[in-house]
Nanobody, 123 residues
């Protein structure tokens, strides 16, 4: 079992930055691929970024490529999402998720989810 707790969301002006953190419980964090997803009001949950076990590979949605960076610190059981050059269309609830083994961009492949953190970007 893995429990995930996100933090770092908030209100920011367009062009600003935020860093989301997701702290995981348990001693097997390094065995879980991690991802970030987001859901805006009235829309389906969508993939943002994911990272493999060793941080050697990362994947990004086209809409955030070049602006967002996913990273992880296995010693701290934490995954991060650095968000720069934020746009109003980035406004959503952001969720971190974990799955045992390999990475995936499909939210249905993830077994563990945090409660979400709200990110609001004003124009």
């Amino acid at each position: 079992q893995v429990q995930l707790v996100e933090s770092g969301g908030g209100l920011v002006q367009a062009g600003g930055s935020l860093r989301l953190s997701c702290a995981a419980s348990g001693r097997t964090f390094s065995r879980y691929a991690m991802g970030w997803f987001r859901q805006a009001p009235g829309k389906e949950r969508e993939f943002v970024a994911c990272i493999n076990l060793s941080s050697s590979s990362t994947w990004y949605a086209d809409s955030v490529k070049g602006r967002f960076t996913i990273s992880r610190d296995n010693a701290k059981n934490t995954v991060y999402l650095q968000m720069n050059s934020l746009k109003p269309e980035d406004t959503a609830v952001y969720y971190c998720a974990g799955r045992y083994g390999s990475s995936s961009i499909n939210p249905k492949d993830y077994n563990y989810w945090g409660q979400g953190t709200q990110v609001t970007v004003s124009s």
